[in-house]
Nanobody, 118 residues
């Protein structure tokens, strides 16, 4: 059984930084893309950042220049470094991995709350 475990959410003041991590474990044969979505109250879930197995990245316009996604393939872990956080970044952040296990597909983390407030 595949599991994605997220760490690193919390409360931060505007302009502050947080680093999220998401580790995939279990019977995994291959991980393709990994990334992060977020969902704020009353809003749809939106893509924040994605990173391919080769390290290519893509970001939502709203976070470009402030967020950095990275991954450690040896650890099956993806990270999201979030700098200069704004109140509008507050949301539940979900990681995902497009991977091949006993079945192929997207697997999701449990979500971690990021609150940006003074």
């Amino acid at each position: 059984q595949v599991q994605l475990v997220e760490l690193g959410g919390g409360l931060v003041q505007p302009g502050g930084s947080l680093r999220l991590s998401c580790a995939a474990s279990g019977r995994i044969f291959r991980i393709n893309d990994m990334g992060w979505y977020r969902q704020a109250p009353g809003k749809q879930r939106e893509s924040v950042a994605v990173i391919t197995s080769g390290g290519n990245t893509n970001y939502a316009d709203s976070v470009k220049g402030r967020f950095t996604i990275s991954r450690d393939n040896a650890k099956n872990t993806v990270y999201l470094q979030m700098n200069n956080l704004k109140p509008e970044d507050a949301a539940v952040y979900y990681c995902y991995a497009d991977l091949i296990s006993d079945s192929a597909g997207w697997y999701w983390g449990q979500g971690t709350q990021v609150t940006v407030s003074s």
